[in-house]
């Protein structure tokens, strides 16, 4: 009974290559998102989803493009990989609350997808 | 764009002692400030949070947080080396109309060990 799920867990694969990755998530939360984990780990939002409304990171490449099929799920594909596209690929989702002063989000997150693109 | 920044560290602190962390962050007008713990080769997960100017302590947590100063902290009391990991401080880039957060800005994470 996993919260957020990804699969595959690792991906290797050839430059120029299309690849999918994806997210389910069981926890009934209304937005989803999509971080990339680089060799530094820097931790950074690509895209994040809520109730069909898509927020894209000006500095992602259009070569990725989420796709929701429904709330509990938001995959992530990407198109002519490249070498610089290695790294961890998280998902995650959250239920957020915004009372008189104070915002919260907590974002729960998936184990991460390994890219390798050789 | 916000920003939010951290030293990477490695910072060293010995069992039982307490681990202080620090975060900067530029945007005046940030509300809700979170500390993300991550151990290698897994995901992150949130372990406090804090809005309000002040300290707010969890266990052997304490966030502290100056909006003058636009200063984030984390205190860790008697450290032990499970807390060994990348601390991420993260902030709230903006939210939907609708609800909902519009991910968050993380700063690069400082590298703690706690040294038995």
């Known amino acids: 009974d996993t919260a957020v799920s990804q699969t595959p867990k690792y991906l290797v694969t050839q430059m120029g290559n299309d690849k999918s990755i994806k997210c389910e998530q069981n926890?009934?939360?209304?937005?989803m998102y999509w971080y990339k984990q680089d060799s530094k780990k820097f931790l950074k939002i690509m895209f994040s989803y809520n109730n069909k409304e898509l927020i894209i990171n000006e500095t992602v490449p259009n070569r990725f493009s989420p796709k929701s099929p429904d709330k509990a799920h938001l995959n992530l594909h990407i198109n002519s990989l490249e070498l610089g596209d290695s790294a961890v690929y998280f998902c995650a989702s959250s239920q957020d609350s915004v009372t008189s002063g104070s915002s919260y989000n907590e974002q729960f997150f998936g184990p991460g997808t390994r890219l390798t693109v050789l | 764009q916000k920003e939010v920044e951290q030293n990477s560290g490695p910072l060293s602190v010995p069992e039982g002692a307490i681990a202080s962390l620090n975060c900067t962050y530029s945007d005046r007008g940030s509300q809700s400030f979170f500390w993300y713990r991550q151990y290698s080769g897994k995901s992150p997960e949130l372990i406090m949070f804090i809005y309000s100017n002040g300290d707010k302590e969890d266990g052997r947590f304490t966030a502290q947080l100056n909006k003058a100063s636009q200063y984030v902290s984390l205190l860790i009391r008697d450290s032990q080396p499970s807390d060994s990991a990348t601390y991420l401080c993260?902030?709230?880039?903006?939210?939907?109309?609708?609800?909902?957060?519009?991910?968050?800005?993380f700063g690069k994470g400082t590298h703690l060990i706690i040294q038995p």
């Open positions: 993260a902030v709230i880039n903006g939210w939907y109309s609708g609800g909902g957060a519009d991910g968050l800005t």
């Open positions: 926890l009934g939360h209304d937005t």
